[in-house]
T-cell receptor, first 112, second 112 residues
Framework: DAGVIQSPRHEVTEMGQEVTLRCKPI?????LFWYRQTMMRGLELLIY????????DSGMPEDRFSAKMPNASFSTLKIQPSEPRDSAVYFC??????????FGPGTRLTVL | DQQVKQNSPSLSVQEGRISILNCDYT??????FLWYKKYPAEGPTFLIS?????DKNEDGRFTVFLNKSAKHLSLHIVPSQPGDSAVYFC???????????FGGGTRLMVKP
């Protein structure tokens, strides 16, 4: 049974470019979460969806960040324009309505 | 303001001995607690959880203890194995539904 799938695994881009991170949650899970991990701030929740609807985006750093979930099997996190301070590992996680979240392998983003 | 804290950034233990990882929280609304394990270049994986109605939960070599009055939980690994070497995150959720708040992590090194 496939877990949470994220792509790409690594992304290197230049400042000012648009970056799109992708996530496929575990089939049947109705919650999807986007996290960012940095040395300074640890693992922080950016936004989460329930049944494809954004529920809480208070963790999104600023307007340069946006997330969508057009259907139950796909979500994107977009950064436009990207800045060097956005460099981090971005994780997607999903859950079946309980508290246990299952994480993807992450996307390591480097903005030069 | 960190609501979940892991005060030990690292811990070194001899193989076969007990590993004890600690976690403190400040928000009395938290009612469900989880431990995740993370290997390099992978996403966090769920290890064990405990509800606030219990004070202990055991799963094989892993036991989580919860002291609500002290707002403290701990993860015991007995016996420790070299494969347990990883970063361990404590997480908590409360009335906000599925949102998890993570601690900063503790790096466990089990020496053969």
């Amino acid at each position: 049974d496939a877990g949470v799938i994220q792509s790409p695994r690594h992304e290197v881009t230049e400042m000012g470019q648009e970056v799109t991170l992708r996530c496929k949650p575990i089939s049947g899970h109705d919650y999807l979460f986007w996290y960012r991990q940095t040395m300074m701030r640890g693992l922080e929740l950016l936004i989460y969806f329930n049944n494809n609807v954004p529920i809480d985006d208070s963790g999104m750093p600023e307007d340069r960040f946006s997330a969508k979930m057009p259907n139950a099997s796909f979500s994107t996190l977009k950064i436009q324009p990207s800045e060097p301070r956005d460099s981090a590992v971005y994780f997607c996680a999903s859950s079946a309505g309980g508290d246990t979240q299952y994480f993807g392998p992450g996307t390591r983003l480097t903005v030069l | 303001d960190q609501q979940v804290k892991q005060n030990s950034p690292s811990l070194s233990v001899q193989e076969g001995r007990i590993s004890i990882l600690n976690c403190d929280y400040t928000n009395s609304m938290f009612d469900y607690f989880l431990w995740y394990k993370k290997y390099p270049a992978e996403g966090p994986t769920f290890l064990i959880s405990i509800s606030s109605i219990k004070d202990k939960n055991e799963d094989g070599r892993f036991t989580v203890f919860l002291n609500k009055s002290a707002k403290h939980l701990s993860l015991h690994i007995v016996p420790s194995q070299p494969g347990d070497s990883a970063v361990y995150f404590c997480a908590a959720s409360g009335n906000a539904g599925n949102m998890l708040t993570f601690g900063g992590g503790t790096r466990l090194m089990v020496k053969p």
